[in-house]
């Protein structure tokens, strides 16, 4: 398997950073409750839920570029960042299904490819190693569908601006999802590697 960089610069909890992405965390129900409003007969909050979505984006940027900046890198916050990623992931899938704007098809594709990394995940662990690193594909699947959800809500309505924010969504949703197993094929093809040599040395 690929060792990545693990360099940890602290241990400490409350840092700018890991604020950052708690926050993020919990703009996550906040997220999915604005989007589901309509669906139990309150009023459409698209527009928030769309600003709540570019917050998490924003401080998504911040608290990797400042744990950087200011070593700050810590083990809380490798947990953090992706789990908020993933968080948003399931919560924009979630709510968007529902109120049919995503196929199902869709939505268990991606469901699909995170069930497949967790069993992955629990195989490193049985070897006593942890969660793979976030890789370049993965990140880049990730930033891919975090504009093809919001560019999807957009799209539920009519005129001309709904229409033109379909067309660039579906492609990022296209784009993010191929990426998005790519990246958890190479993950499985990590594991293979590792759990051959595990098997090999004893």
């Known amino acids: 398997m690929e060792v990545q960089e693990t360099r940890v610069q602290t241990d400490r909890v409350l840092t700018i950073p ?24 309150g009023p459409k909050s698209d527009g928030w839920a769309l ?4 917050l998490s984006g924003i401080s998504d940027y911040l608290d990797g570029k400042l744990a950087r900046r ?4 810590s083990k ?5 960042d992706p789990a908020a990623d993933r968080l948003y992931i399931l919560s924009t899938l979630l709510g968007l299904t529902w109120r049919e704007i995503l196929p199902l098809w869709l939505a268990a594709a991606l469901l699909a490819r995170e069930l497949m990394l967790l069993v992955m995940v629990g195989i490193l662990r049985r070897y006593g ?5 976030v890789n370049f594909l993965g990140k880049a699947a990730t930033f891919n569908l975090m504009y093809a959800f919001p560019l999807l809500l957009l799209s539920d309505g009519t005129g001309w601006l709904p229409s033109l924010a379909a067309i660039f969504g579906w492609a990022f949703a296209g ?22 040599a595990e098997t090999a040395a004893d």
């Open 18 to 41: 890991n604020i950052l992405s708690m926050a993020r965390l919990a703009g996550v129900p906040l997220f999915l409750w604005l989007i589901l409003l309509p669906v139990f007969g």
């Open 51 to 54: 600003l709540v979505l570019m």
């Open 70 to 73: 200011w070593n700050q890198i």
């Open 76 to 80: 809380l916050g490798r947990l953090l």
């Open 129 to 133: 190693y942890p969660p793979p690193q």
């Open 175 to 196: 784009w993010g999802t191929t990426l998005y197993w790519w990246a958890g094929i190479l993950y499985v093809v990590q594991v293979r590697r590792l759990v051959k």
